[in-house]
């Protein structure tokens, strides 16, 4: 069974800063492109950022570029989201999912991370 | 950049079909065949559903279907059952390896 497990969110004040983590089991994480998606309260699901398997394309949705970082460590099967210069627009459950190889689409993701931002 | 356009609800009864749109532009939709849908409960991670408008990943039913025209696509469920209830999410492909979601659609089974 794929499985994705996000850690690492939790409360953060305005401005402040967070990593998300997401490590892989039962699959080569190495292998895929990742991504990064959002869903804040009550609302639809934002694409936030994507790395490619090895690492060396990057992209992010310019409501998050120059404050996210994403980054992957394959060695040890995880992805990550550095989140600086939160503001609570940021407040969100997190999703890490796999691309499905090939194509333009996301074929797992996790359970999701909540991620609030609040004084 | 705005979400793409989806129908708030839809309903049917058990064994109807239901159609959910999903409305863009040529920035977008109409602009790749790489529109994919996602079903989502409560709680629980999205499901790929349908992925470059019309496929299907194995173990998805026959009874999801996509379509493309123009710059709106649509999700049709034949054959509705109980636990179809959720709500469904398109997404396209927006070119420099972005994409966008639709505002998503909740699917009640009368």
């Known amino acids: 069974e794929v499985l994705l497990v996000e850690s690492g969110g939790g409360l953060v004040k305005p401005g402040g800063s967070l990593r998300l983590s997401c490590t892989a089991s039962s699959f080569v994480l190495g292998s895929y492109t990742m991504n990064w998606i959002r869903q804040a309260p009550g609302e639809g699901l934002e694409w936030v950022s994507s790395?490619?398997?090895?690492?060396?394309?990057?992209h992010y949705a310019e409501s998050v570029k120059g404050r996210f970082t994403i980054s992957r460590d394959n060695a040890k099967n995880s992805v990550y989201l550095d989140m600086s210069g939160l503001g609570v627009e940021d407040t969100a459950l997190y999703y890490c999912?796999?691309?499905?190889?090939?194509?333009?689409?996301?074929?797992?993701w996790g359970q999701g991370l909540l991620v609030t931002v609040s004084s | 950049q705005s979400a793409l356009t989806q129908p708030r609800s839809v309903s049917g009864s058990p064994g109807q079909s239901v159609t959910i749109s999903c409305t863009g532009s040529s920035s977008d939709v109409g602009g790749y065949e790489y529109v994919s849908w996602y079903q989502k409960h409560p709680g629980k991670a999205p499901k790929l559903l349908i992925y470059d408008v019309t496929k299907r990943p194995s173990g998805v039913p026959y009874r999801f279907s996509g379509s493309k025209s123009g710059n709106t696509a649509s999700l049709t469920i034949s054959g509705l059952r109980g636990d179809d209830e959720a709500d469904y999410y398109c997404?396209?492909?927006?070119?420099?390896?972005?994409?966008?979601f639709g505002s998503g659609t909740e699917v009640t089974v009368l």
């Open positions: 997404c396209s492909y927006a070119g420099t390896s972005s994409y966008i």
């Open positions: 790395i490619s398997s090895s690492g060396s394309y990057i």
């Open positions: 999912a796999r691309d499905l190889i090939g194509y333009y689409s996301f074929e797992y």
